[in-house]
T-cell receptor
């Protein structure tokens, strides 16, 4: 079945460590996104990519990095520079057709800093 | 700062009633509008999309869009306890960014 796979679902990190969250999609979508969600809050955009080898910062990119070497994959690295990384991280993808543009989400990765 | 605003709730309705969820947005160039449902601890799932002024119905759900007023709403008829969730309004802005509201928490009481 087509979809978006995020891993790991749960991740614990010590302060000062970098961690990488995986996101893979087989929907043949060009655009991919990373959002962060904190308890009781909406989704905030971290990074997005409309095409391979290109990506743009969202509203809260500081302390995060991404790569887009393949159409199917858009990993997110949470660096030690991110001051408050404990959150629910959601990866999404969409068609580049501006008339459509629905986002399809993975199941999310919950990161806890110990 | 472009924004999407929703009442945070909680909104509580009895089973069988109509639940009305509202959303306003600031980017006048926005063309695509979406409602997502998010159960606690889960990822959002798309339930409605709307692109032109007026109403769009899908089963018990009706989305309403008024671009002049920069307003989009979601009506849920015959509300069921299984509809209890947080509903996120999302707006695809002219630069192709998808911006989300903070969500409205809905509780349907049996």
């Amino acid at each position: 079945d087509g979809g978006i796979t995020q891993s790991p679902k749960y991740l614990f990190r010590k302060e000062g460590q970098n961690v990488t969250l995986s996101c893979e999609q087989n929907l043949n979508h060009d655009a991919m996104y990373w959002y962060r969600q904190d308890p009781g809050q909406g989704l905030r955009l971290i990074y997005y990519s409309q095409i391979v080898n290109d990506f743009q910062k969202g509203d809260i990119a500081e302390g995060y990095s991404v790569s887009r070497e393949k159409k199917e994959s858009f990993p997110l690295t949470v660096t030690s520079a991110q001051k408050n990384p404990t959150a629910f991280y959601l990866c999404a993808s969409s068609s580049r057709d501006r008339a459509l543009g629905e986002l399809f989400f993975g199941e999310g990765s919950r990161l806890t800093v110990l | 700062q472009k924004e999407v605003e929703q009442n945070s709730g909680p909104l509580s309705v009895p089973e069988g009633a109509i639940a009305s969820l509202n959303c306003t947005y600031s980017d006048r160039g926005s063309q695509s509008f979406f409602w997502y449902r998010q159960y606690s601890g889960k990822s959002p799932e798309l339930i409605m999309s709307i692109y032109s002024n007026g109403d769009k119905e899908d089963g018990r759900f009706t989305a309403q869009l008024n671009k002049a007023s920069q307003y989009v709403s979601l009506l849920i008829r015959d509300s069921q306890p299984s509809d209890s969730a947080t509903y996120l309004c999302a707006v695809k802005e002219n630069n192709n960014d998808m911006r989300f509201g903070a969500g409205t928490r809905l509780t349907v009481k049996p």
